[in-house]
């Protein structure tokens, strides 16, 4: 059995009559990075806010190590770093300021932790510089480190590589994919570009209009867009009928009036369009398509895709 | 709290304004004492000491009572926006501290500014009543001079349920300020023609009537007139005071949690 550290029960939050987040339930693994993708105004934020308590759900739940939020808060939040939206510090400070003040209320007794936590991210410690005077890529940075530094056992990120350069992105990602795989952490992290998730995560939820429309791993992702046969027939019905009646085959989906996709088969694909052409059907289009994570998405997604 | 407190002052550090309400407090005791050095002034006294007490009571009455609920107004705007303009919020509330920790919290820190503005003033005035009079009764004075402090800081609470309320600019926040001491000083001038009860309902005037009374009560010198029967006990101040500044918590906090939340 899963053991999961998050997971929600329809969770939805509704702003007036706009819902923003719709009836979400995912499930994240112990140990496992589980990468939620969406577009921008997806609904990504709102439900990491929801998860942390930073914002009340409409309805639904919300369990993290099996225990609801409200009422567990001092028990459940030391034990969680985040990073939400914009890196939020003070600008009159500098980065080992702003991390001291948060280190003492949370009672950090570990003098090194900030020191680790900084160099972790690659910033100075003790720098003179003033969080105001920060890159973008700094202050992320800075971000990251303050998520990190009491050492917790969840991560919730919401686009942690927002804003960092090239070089920047791949040290972030290779610092989460460490945390996890070496320390053992439960690393949720949001992202709107899908190659990121693909490089990082074990699993995969995408999220669109508020909605969860897939929650898999990132295996069964990738086995799921692999190969397809689509066929454009004149009566997908009938082409249906065939294939069931004369090819014994079943694993296909009719889309539309004309359209059918059909899973990978070793029956030729001539064999079965010389059929559907014998009972009478047009055949405009026979062609093995190899889809990619992105066409899968797009599909998933209705066509809008995820940049 | 303890710790709350010390990151609240952590995070005005650099903070320039800080210093200058610190320079603020030296504002009035200069000028106040080049005052009653005029002939027309020295001419009142017959005595140096009594100088400096009416000198002492000058500034406690004009220099503190103008400028401290100033003073505590803006130093309110600077914390109470801080979160809000920083987005440090959220990264208090997953710790978890709660807004109500927050609050107490940067309100024992205003009362620490009325208590480090009264006391700096009081100094100021004793070191210029030395120089242009005979100096007495110090103890009761920088007594007096912190009681002024906290009394004034709750008495400016109900101001920063309106700058958190209306939490706009800090311009905003400053002209509110003004206009509440501008107000407050209207109000003193009425005394006579106020009835007793809006007289005590109004926080600086009745902590100017208290301070008043209170001077006259440990022998400073001066006389109360007509105003005798509006001057209230330092119990029915702080009882007063104290109602007013917890109603003001509550509200703030209210405003606060509606702000940071949804």
């Keep these: 059995m899963n053991e999961y550290v998050i997971e929600t029960d329809h969770l939805t939050k509704q702003y007036g009559a706009q819902k923003s987040v719709a009836e979400l339930s995912i499930h994240v693994q112990k140990g496992r990075i589980y990468g939620l993708l969406g577009r921008n105004g997806a609904g990504k934020t709102t439900t990491m806010k929801m998860l942390l308590g930073l914002t009340q759900p409409t309805s639904g739940e919300v369990a993290i190590w099996g225990k609801t939020l409200l009422g567990n808060e001092k028990k459940l939040l030391p034990r969680i770093g985040s990073l939400i939206e914009s890196p939020g510090f003070y600008p009159n400070l500098t980065g080992t300021e702003n991390l001291r003040i948060f280190a003492a209320l949370r009672g950090l007794k570990n003098r090194d932790a900030i020191r680790s936590a900084l160099d972790l991210v690659g910033l100075p410690y003790r720098d003179k510089k003033l969080f105001s005077q920060y890159s973008l890529g700094m202050k992320q940075r800075l971000a990251i480190a303050l998520a990190v530094m009491h050492d917790p056992e969840l991560l919730i990120l ?39 998730v693909a490089l990082l995560a074990d699993d995969i939820g995408i999220i669109d209009h508020g909605v969860l429309l897939e929650e898999e ?61 014998q009972q009478g059907l047009e055949v405009s289009e026979a062609a093995t398509v190899e889809e990619s994570l992105e066409d899968h998405f797009k599909r998933v997604t209705g066509g809008e895709g995820i940049a | 709290m303890l710790k709350l407190i010390f990151c609240e002052l952590t995070k005005l550090k650099r903070k320039r304004f800080i210093l200058f309400v610190i320079l603020s407090a030296f504002l009035f005791p200069p000028p106040l004492a080049l005052m009653m050095l005029t002939p027309r002034m020295m001419a009142r006294y017959n005595m140096k000491t009594e100088l400096f007490d009416d000198f002492f009571q000058f500034v406690l009455g004009y220099g503190v009572e103008l400028l401290l609920p100033c003073v505590i107004g803006v130093i309110a705007a600077m914390l109470f926006f801080m979160e809000r303009d920083n987005d440090t919020f959220k990264n208090l509330r997953i710790i978890p501290v709660t807004s109500t920790q927050m609050i107490l919290a940067k309100i024992m820190i205003l009362f620490l500014f009325g208590l480090i503005f009264c006391l700096s003033t009081a100094v100021v005035t004793i070191v210029c009543g030395s120089l242009i009079a005979e100096t007495g009764g110090l103890g009761y004075k920088l007594w007096m001079a912190a009681e002024m402090g906290i009394f004034v800081t709750a008495g400016t609470l109900p101001l920063v349920v309106l700058v958190v309320f209306f939490s706009r600019t800090y311009i905003f926040s400053v002209l509110l300020c003004i206009f509440y001491s501008v107000l407050s000083l209207t109000a003193e001038s009425c005394f006579e023609v106020l ?34 029967h509006l001057v209230p006990t330092t119990m029915q101040t702080a009882l007063i005071l104290g109602v007013m500044a917890i109603l003001s918590i509550l509200l703030i906090d209210r405003l606060y949690k509606k702000r940071g939340g949804d």
């Design chain 1, 158 to 196: 919401d686009e942690p590589i927002n804003g960092l350069d090239p070089i920047g992105i791949a040290e972030i990602r290779s610092f989460i994919r460490a945390l996890c795989h070496e320390r053992g952490k439960t690393i949720l992290i949001s992202s709107h570009i899908l190659s990121e």
């Design chain 2, 195 to 228: 009835p007793k009860l809006v007289c005590w309902l109004m926080p600086i005037p009745l902590t100017n009537l208290w301070c008043a009374g209170d001077m006259v009560r440990h022998g400073v010198r001066g006389t109360l007139g007509g105003l005798q």
């Design chain 1, 217 to 277: 791993s990132l295996a069964d992702l990738e086995a799921k867009s692999g190969k397809y046969i689509h066929f454009v027939v004149s009566d997908t019905g009938r082409a249906a009928e065939i294939l069931k009646g004369v090819f014994h085959e079943y694993q296909f989906t009719v889309q539309d009036s004309h359209d059918l996709r059909m899973d990978p088969t070793r029956i030729p694909v001539a064999k079965i369009v010389s059929a559907f052409v």
